[in-house]
């Protein structure tokens, strides 16, 4: 047997609802907020993470799938949705339409990483990115989205972590004080903050390691070290926040685990999904675009892992939707009465229902038991007695009542539609007063 790969998993049939549910929600806050959709490729060049994202992160150094085509060129599996959704607002000349340029995307990633729970090398994203703003409001609607998606879902006891790591200029600045601060200590960094150190100082108080977080009890805080409009953005945004009743954390920790990262950071974090528990996080990345080949542009945006809040509902008790009930089973007892209920399922699918119909040869008895193992709200009998007389059977599972009504199956074998309309609609129309009577 050939069993999945490490990492990855199969979302089965039963096992969907949850992701059509998430799904729908986040695109329907979105859409509220008058945000787009984007489908970028699940492949880029190579270059595109190393210019974007950066060389100095996990996701570059340890994380990538990458291979060479069959042309010869460096292929990577997207590690993160943001560097392109980037590279098409350079390629598709987004930027020549009016801003702020507003998209959401739900994609797959990939991470070679430990796989965790919620956390696996093929996960899934939904992110937000607006291009061409560099207001902090822009920052602030960025983050009420996804309150809202949090708020939708009825998730609470989330806390919203925000601080701001400046721009290249003040983060040079903090960078040298923080390599002062923990000079005396390096040989007690671990290995991957020591080779931060020089390259990237600053995602050293990113580190998860407990003796490089004891390391940093009293560091100094990047806030203090801000550039007059990167501390004014930084004040906007809290007072912005404040306005809207928003609660939130400054926690001078929050860097983001990604080098394109400028001024505001933050996370939502939960108690909720283990040990990691951030499930949304975001910021601003002002040179991201210019980074990779386009024009300066300001841009701000978040992703949200779609396992870790299916994982983040159930471990609260939170519906995650609901399977879609058949509404009606069609049981066919003689042979003539199969053929009329293939044709009657297409007709009251036309309807709009939810229609199953035994496809196994299945006895009587046994059609019933698949019926109720369905959760089948109504089941239609028919046998020769019913065509012989034209009537049909319909079956209230919740009740266990039969009704039975007068039906025209010639005009269903002759495909007389007008016929076929009236019979199907007195079949709706019975199904309907059931469901009013039952209060359904």
């Not at 270059?47 to 990538?64: A, P, Y």
């Not at 721009?167 to 020591?194: A, G, Q």
């Not at 004040?235 to 990604?258: A, H």
């Not at 309807?351 to 046994?366: C, F, I, P, T, Y």
């Amino acid at each position: 047997m050939i069993n999945i790969p490490k990492g990855t998993k199969d979302v089965i049939p039963n096992e969907s609802y949850k992701w059509h549910y998430i799904e729908n929600v986040v695109k329907s806050v979105a859409e509220n907020f008058c945000v787009k959709e984007i489908r970028t490729p699940t492949f880029e060049h190579t270059e595109l993470f190393l210019r974007g994202v950066g060389d100095t992160t996990d996701i570059v150094n340890k994380e990538m799938y990458t291979f060479i085509d069959k042309g010869g060129r460096s292929i990577t599996l997207k590690p993160e949705g943001t560097a392109g959704v980037a590279r098409a607002f350079i390629e598709n000349s987004l930027y020549a339409n009016p801003q702020p340029t507003k998209m959401y995307y739900i994609t797959p990633v990939f991470r070679y990483e430990r796989p965790q729970n919620g956390r696996l090398r093929e996960h899934h994203q939904f992110g937000i990115e607006y291009f061409g703003s560099e207001s902090p409001y822009a920052d602030i609607e960025v983050m009420t989205i996804a309150k809202n998606i949090f708020d939708k879902l009825g998730v609470e006891n989330i806390t919203l972590n925000i601080n701001s790591i400046g721009c290249p200029e003040c983060r040079k600045k903090y960078n040298e004080i923080l390599k002062s601060f923990l000079k005396d200590n390096f040989d007690k960094l671990c290995n991957t903050c020591r080779d931060r150190f020089d390259k990237n100082p600053l995602r050293i108080l990113d580190c998860k390691e407990d003796n490089c977080k004891r390391l940093l009890v009293n560091a100094p805080k990047v806030l203090d070290y801000l550039c007059e409009d990167c501390k004014t953005h930084h004040q906007e945004v809290c007072k912005g926040l404040d306005d809207l009743g928003v609660e939130y954390v400054i926690n001078p920790q929050i860097v983001r685990g990604l080098d394109y990262y400028t001024r505001t950071v933050f996370e939502f974090i939960s108690n909720n999904v283990g040990s990691q528990g951030t499930i949304c996080g975001g910021g601003r990345y002002n040179n991201l675009i210019e980074q990779i080949g386009g024009n300066s542009c300001p841009a701000v945006g978040f992703g949200m892992g779609i396992e870790r809040l299916i994982l983040l509902l159930e471990n609260l008790g939170l519906s995650c939707g609901e399977e879609s009930k058949v509404d009606i089973y069609i049981a066919p007892i003689c042979d003539k009465a199969k053929s009329i209920a293939l044709k009657l399922s297409v007709n009251l699918r036309e309807k709009g229902l939810n229609v199953e119909q035994d496809l196994m040869n299945r006895s009587a008895k046994a059609q019933m038991k698949y019926a109720n193992k369905l959760g089948t709200n109504f089941v239609i009998m028919i046998g020769e007695d019913e065509i012989n007389n034209n009537t049909l059977i319909i079956k209230n599972m919740k009740t266990g009542e039969n009704s039975s009504i007068n039906f025209d199956y010639n005009a269903i074998l002759n495909k007389e539609k007008y016929k076929i309309d009236i019979a199907v609609d007195i079949i709706t129309e019975e199904i309907n007063k059931q469901i009013k009577k039952d209060g359904n």
